[in-house]
């Protein structure tokens, strides 16, 4: 087996689908199902531990923020760096409490149907969102930032975050519809999103660990520490120029063609993982 090809491919599928709303860890698992040979279970385990490439990748791109964050943490950040603080927390602690229950729940039962069809599902609901926003756009104009996100919003966007632990969901489809849904500016809820990334994928990562060591072992013995190794490299490569390309499209204020588009994207990919996982 070429490991190093292996590691490109594992690499540049988590790279792209990490930050578009087709679930990073549900195209790894298809991935790594057809390349390594691994059973649905041990490969969904696989795609969640793949997530070290994408932090990254995350943490390198917005460096700024997370010293903002350290700062408010010794008291030495402004009142816009305690509330992205205040954000973080939050919607990590939800995350948490829904995630993790989710994937202990579902981590026996994944098959390539109980993949496909909450990503299709998801895809439906975003392409629904923009035909109310089309209906509504004299009223919708989404233009607010994290200063003006309360406790409320908070909680729906970590439930919104929690709930990507189901395979076939995406993370930053959920989270970026929820936010742009609540109001929130396109650019801002991809910044948001893509931040609160880095806690919530460290703790899919540690609780994939915890409860899936084996399965993680396994996976990464057959894929060899050389092809991780350049996986992780491809993953966190592709996922900087993403990001910067999201976030310019993003700032473009084209919210239509923006929620029409990874509708779109969720419903293939989720049509295609049900066909091709079978």
Do not use: C
């Not at 104009?141 to 632990?165: H, K, N, S, T």
């Amino acid at each position: 087996m070429n490991y190093i090809l292996v590691g490109i491919v594992l690499g540049l599928v988590q790279g792209i689908s990490e930050w578009l709303p087709i679930s990073s860890k549900t195209q790894v698992l298809i991935a790594s199902t057809f390349l390594l040979g691994l059973p649905f279970s041990l490969a969904y385990s696989f795609g969640l531990f793949m997530e070290i490439g994408t932090i990254f990748a995350a943490v390198i791109y917005f460096r700024r923020e997370i010293v903002r964050l350290f700062k408010a943490m010794v008291g030495r950040g402004t009142a816009l760096d305690l509330k992205l603080l205040k954000f973080v927390i939050i919607i990590t602690v939800i995350t948490g409490m829904v995630g993790v229950p989710l994937y202990l729940f579902v981590i026996d039962l994944v098959t390539s149907a109980v993949v496909g069809i909450p990503m299709t599902i998801l895809g439906i609901i975003l392409i629904l969102d923009g035909v109310v926003i089309y209906l509504t756009r004299r009223r919708y104009v989404p233009r607010r930032g994290l200063e003006e996100l309360g406790w409320r919003d908070m909680v729906i966007i970590g439930l919104a975050q929690g709930l990507a632990a189901l395979p076939g969901v995406s993370r930053s489809g959920m989270t970026t519809s929820a936010m742009i849904l609540l109001g929130v500016k396109p650019e801002e809820a991809f910044r948001l999103s893509f931040i609160s990334l880095i806690p919530a994928a460290l703790g899919a990562i540690g609780v994939t660990v915890l409860f899936s060591k084996a399965e993680v072992v396994q996976a990464v013995h057959l894929i060899n520490v050389t092809g991780l190794a350049v996986s992780m490299i491809v993953a966190t490569g592709i996922s900087l120029v993403l990001i910067d390309a999201l976030l310019k499209f993003a700032r473009s204020g084209k919210v239509l063609i923006l929620v029409f588009t990874l509708g779109l994207l969720a419903i293939l990919s989720g049509l295609l993982s049900t066909v091709f996982g079978g």
